[in-house]
């Protein structure tokens, strides 16, 4: 059993900056990566950033340089700084993880946080 805790969400006015934290507990093994994905209203939920257990890192194409992800491998946490965000940023932002199975690669999803940004 994998859970993952997320936190950090909020209210921001545009401009401002948010830190997301996500910890993986449970049954963790090898882990592939960890990362984050939002979801707006009436949109598909979308890649904001994933960084691998390598630190290779690999961003959505709106980041824009704007947000940066970095991990706690030792904790099995990662971390989403969110700078001069917009109020497109609105949205259910998703912890996500992968784990390396001997035959197979388990993906397991936070519950979400929620981040307004007011204009």
């Known amino acids: 059993q994998v859970q993952l805790a997320e936190s950090g969400g909020g209210l921001v006015q545009a401009g401002g900056s948010l830190r997301l934290s996500c910890a993986a507990s449970g049954s963790i093994f090898s882990v592939n990566s960890m990362g984050w994905y939002r979801q707006a209203p009436g949109k598909q939920r979308e890649l904001v950033a994933v960084?691998?257990?390598?630190?290779?890192?690999n961003y959505g194409e709106f980041v824009k340089g704007r947000f940066t992800i970095s991990s706690d491998n030792a904790k099995n946490t990662v971390y989403l700084e969110m700078n001069s965000l917009k109020p497109e940023d609105t949205a259910v932002y998703y912890c996500?993880?992968?784990?390396?199975?001997?035959?197979?690669?388990?993906?397991?999803w936070g519950q979400g946080t929620q981040v307004t940004v007011s204009s």
């Open positions: 996500n993880l992968r784990l390396n199975g001997r035959y197979a690669r388990y993906e397991y």
């Open positions: 960084i691998t257990s390598g630190d290779s890192t």
